[in-house]
């Protein structure tokens, strides 16, 4: 009777580690996502990306009122979770009709980080810059999903305003700033 009860505990902690093991290795999906959310004030009705940027799994998920990039993470279990500081950043959402750009600026005091987040609208906008009083951060990668151009850049230290994004044309033509209006002509 001993021998049988030891073997179903090796048994059902093998199989536990197993389980444990399978979660670990999988990768965060949209349907993850959606049931995160729906503890929000606001649940996701639509997630644009998962995408490992760096050492960070990165989503970026949207309702009628806002567009939102959130860390994720895998508890011990390998259950995927939002990341307990919450969003990296949000901003609103639709656009207003004539917004070339929409973006917003936030910091994570604890990891002494800002990150700049937003949409491209405009198709003819093909780079993004970021200025802030640390300097400019050229060629912000874009994040690219089904009629969706994100884009996202991380700074080290908090931010500083004046905060200006740029875009620029193929010819690299300034035609957005964020701080001044562009006259097109």
Not at 92 to 100: A, N, R, S, T, V
Not at 101 to 127: H, L, M, Q, R, T
Request: hydrophobic content about 40%; charged content about 20%.
């Amino acid at each position: 009777m001993k021998k049988i009860v030891l073997w179903m505990i090796i048994l059902t902690a093998i199989l536990c580690s197993i389980i444990i093991t399978y979660k670990h290795l999988q990768i965060p999906t949209e349907q993850d996502v959606l049931n995160m959310t729906t503890s929000l004030s606001v649940a996701a009705e639509e997630v644009y990306v998962i995408k490992e940027i760096g050492q960070q799994w990165l989503t970026i998920y949207g309702n009628s009122q806002s567009i939102t990039i959130a860390e994720l993470k895998q508890n011990w279990l390998g259950t995927w979770k939002l990341s307990e500081e919450g969003a990296l950043s949000s901003m609103y959402y639709p656009p207003l009709e004539d917004d070339q750009i929409i973006w917003s600026a936030s910091g994570k005091s604890n990891e002494n980080a800002s990150y700049y987040f937003g949409e491209v609208i405009d198709p003819e906008i093909v780079k993004i810059t970021v200025e802030t009083q640390n300097g400019i951060f050229e060629n912000v990668p874009f994040i690219e999903s089904v009629g969706h151009r994100f884009f996202l850049k991380r700074a080290e230290g908090l931010i500083l305003m004046p905060v200006n994004i740029s875009g620029f044309s193929q010819s690299d033509e300034l035609i957005y700033s964020s701080k001044s209006p562009i006259n097109k002509e």
